[in-house]
C-alpha cells in the first residue's frame, strides 16, 4: 500500500500547518487535551516527519496519564531528531509512570548534565525522587 501525501492532496503547506498547530496550542492553554490531540495527531498524519508535532503529542499523552502513548510519540520524535531534550525529558517521565525506573534514572542521569536549566532542574528532581 502506497503512503499518500496529504499535504500534496488537498494542496497544504507550512501555512495551513502552523494555523492548525496555532488551534492546537490554544485547547492546549485551555486545558483541553483531548482537543489538542485530534489536532496534532492530524498533523502528524498531514507532516508525519516532523519532530515538533509527534513530540507535542507526546508530552500531551502524558499530561492526561497515557504513558505507554507518550512514550510512542517520543520515540517516533527522536528518530527524527535524536537529541531533543524536552522529549528525552519527557520519555524519562514516560519511563517512571511505566514503573521502568532503571531506564528512566539512566536517562535522567544523563539529562542532568544538560545546558538548559528547566531540563537538568526536573532531572535533578526526578534523580532525588526516585534514586540515587
Not at 496529504?6 to 492546549?28: P, S, V
Not at 485551555?30 to 507532516?47: M, R, V
Not at 508530552?59 to 522529549?87: F, G, W
Request: charged share 25%; aromatic share 10%.
Amino acid at each position: 500500500m502506497s503512503k499518500i501525501n496529504w499535504l500534496a492532496t488537498l494542496g497544504w503547506d507550512e501555512d495551513q500547518l502552523g494555523e492548525m498547530r496555532y488551534i492546537g496550542y490554544a485547547y492546549i492553554r485551555q486545558g483541553k487535551y483531548d482537543i489538542a490531540i485530534s489536532f496534532f495527531e492530524a498533523l502528524i498524519a498531514l507532516d508525519p516527519e516532523s519532530a515538533y508535532d509527534s513530540q507535542t503529542l507526546g508530552a500531551l499523552y502524558l499530561q492526561i496519564n497515557q504513558p505507554k502513548k507518550a512514550l510512542k510519540y517520543c520515540e517516533k520524535a527522536l528518530k527524527i531528531e535524536s537529541d531533543h531534550a524536552p522529549t528525552l525529558l519527557n520519555m524519562c517521565k514516560a519511563f517512571f509512570m511505566l514503573n521502568k525506573k532503571d531506564e528512566a534514572l539512566k536517562l535522567a542521569a544523563i539529562l542532568k548534565n544538560e545546558r538548559d536549566p528547566t531540563i537538568s532542574n526536573v532531572a535533578k528532581a526526578l534523580l532525588l525522587a526516585y534514586g540515587t
